[in-house]
């Protein structure tokens, strides 16, 4: 075993710190040293996607990255954006158009969109396509999934708009 | 599976970086985007008892002109910050044709340009792009600094002239001669993975519209990016007319490359798919640079 390295990271605005081994990758670090299971591990090897995290705001594949990496670094997870109560907009498209079902790809999937429809506020469905064309779903043929980033696009121009009206 | 266990080495400069290889040589791996070092080690192909992680050394991340009208690209420089860069768009626009094909946008956001170069994978769009467009490596080591150009950079599959005391640090890519024209081709099984053949071709033309330059470099064919040395000859000096631009196409597949064939795709297929590519991609980009 290598020498414990002392990691120091924000995950979803909150400060955390652990000493791992620099063997620990990323996806380990934030599921079972800090309990937030809703990131994925599926392949270990950047193909699935259900891994993807945001790293100072960019999607990446948490499998690939170790923790000690992380060190200076704001992650964000699926658990930093709704409640069960109040769902990010990206979540609650996802659960009206029914772009889950098993669920296992759906954090992977909705934090590839979420930069993809801060960058593209009104995108055609071959853009959507190509955004999610690194994220595998074995359930639901991806038909779901398109129509929840076309529904999610609406929510959060909707909110845009609302924002902009002050409401 | 879980990678074995290493030691991790952090600099925040080139110097730190290069006294760290001296010290380790073959005993450390450098780690840049790590989309292919990191999912080797977690399959236990690759087992480094060391990594120097390249992440913190800000001044490999960087694109800037260089004085002779070209680009210089920082090994670091992550896939995506090239492929959006105005600079490249404007100067390569072949590169984000090129890195469209290239994995998934969230491995383009870690993935390292130099990395891409230095892992010399021959189904890899990069080594073929920068061999298409003439570029150049500055490599470093403690002893000093030397030149390789693309031609001589890529030596098998997965072997370049690295040395392991030496790290990349650059790609140069010189500045195209006016009247250029690029195409970038490529066929593949689904989105973002290994290209069965691939393409890039940068041509360029004089006053009287003849063929001054054509570089055609294919990837997936062989054991490392290959130049089509053959049919850019029987192109330059010439009007690139359809019938010769089918000749050429015709010799680039059957006789500068000697492709392998897998249970993806025959040899006979990816010589087919090599002359409709290479022809496509020559009929594009003569037609760019007339324009
Ligand atoms: C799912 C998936 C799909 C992919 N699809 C494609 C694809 O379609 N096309 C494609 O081209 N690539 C593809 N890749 C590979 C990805 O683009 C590569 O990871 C990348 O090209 C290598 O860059 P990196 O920065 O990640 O390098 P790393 O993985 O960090 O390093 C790769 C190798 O290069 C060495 N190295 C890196 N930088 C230096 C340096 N500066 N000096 C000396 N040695 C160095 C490392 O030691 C290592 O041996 C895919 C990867 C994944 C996970
Ligand atoms: S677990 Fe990371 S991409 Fe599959
Ligand atoms: S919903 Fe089951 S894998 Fe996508």
């Known amino acids: 075993m290598s020498d414990l390295i002392n990691v120091k990271v924000t995950v979803n605005g909150m400060a955390y710190e652990r000493e791992v081994e620099p063997r620990m990758l990323l996806v380990d670090f934030i599921r079972h040293e800090l309990g937030l299971t809703g990131t994925h591990v599926g392949c270990e090897h ?5 891994c993807t995290i945001l790293f100072d705001g960019s999607p990446v594949r948490s499998c ?16 930093g954006l709704g409640t069960i109560d109040h769902l990010h907009p990206v979540q609650e498209a996802f659960r009206e158009a029914h772009g889950a079902q098993c669920g296992f790809c759906t954090p992977g999937m909705i934090m590839s969109v979420l930069p993809f429809l801060e960058e593209n506020q009104d995108p055609t469905e071959q853009e959507i396509r190509e955004a999610i064309d690194g994220n595998l779903c074995r359930c639901t043929g991806y038909q779901h999934i398109i129509q929840a980033v076309e529904l999610a696009s609406d929510k959060l121009a909707e909110q845009r708009q609302s924002v902009k009206e002050g409401r | ?24 040589g073959y005993g450390v791996k ?53 492929e959006h860069d105005a600079l490249i768009k404007e100067k ?17 956001n870690r993935g390292t340009f130099g990395g891409a170069i230095a892992h010399a994978d021959p189904t890899a769009q990069l080594p073929a792009v920068v061999l298409a467009l003439n570029g150049r490596m500055r490599i470093r080591s403690q002893q000093g600094e030397r030149w390789v150009a693309a031609e001589e950079f890529f030596v098998g599959p997965f072997t370049s002239v690295l040395e392991p005391e030496e790290l990349l640090v650059e790609v140069e890519l010189p500045p195209t001669p006016a009247h250029s024209g690029w195409s970038y081709r490529q066929m593949e099984r689904q989105a973002g993975a290994q290209a069965l053949v691939g393409v890039a071709v940068m041509v360029s033309l004089d006053e009287a519209g003849k063929c001054r330059s054509a570089r055609i470099a294919f990837l997936s064919v062989g054991e490392t990016a290959v130049l089509a040395r053959q049919a850019a000859q029987m192109l330059t000096g010439q009007k690139p007319t359809a019938e010769l631009i089918h000749a050429a196409a015709e010799t680039a597949a059957n006789v500068d490359i000697e492709p392998g064939g897998d249970i993806h795709c025959s040899v006979e297929y990816r010589r087919h798919l090599a002359e409709v590519l290479a022809r496509q991609a020559l009929t594009e980009a003569f037609e760019r640079a007339g324009r």
Request: charged share 15%.
């Open chain 1, 64 to 79: 690939l990255l170790f923790a000690v990496q992380a060190v200076g670094h704001e992650i964000r997870t699926i658990e």
């Open chain 2, 1 to 24: 599976m879980k990678p074995a266990s290493f030691e991790y080495y952090a600099p925040t400069n080139v110097d730190e970086a290069l006294a760290r290889l001296a010290e380790l």
């Open chain 1, 46 to 50: 950047g193909v699935c996607g259900t």
């Open chain 2, 92 to 108: 390569f626009p072949i590169i984000a044709a090129a890195m469209h094909f290239m994995a998934h946008p969230q491995i383009r």
């Open chain 2, 30 to 82: 450098v780690l840049a985007g790590g989309q292919s070092l990191v999912p080797s080690m977690n399959f236990r192909l690759a087992q480094p008892p060391a990594l120097l992680d390249l992440n913190n050394v800000q001044e490999l991340f960087y694109i800037r002109p260089t004085s002779d009208g070209g680009v210089a690209i920082g090994t670091m420089t992550r896939d995506s910050q090239v």
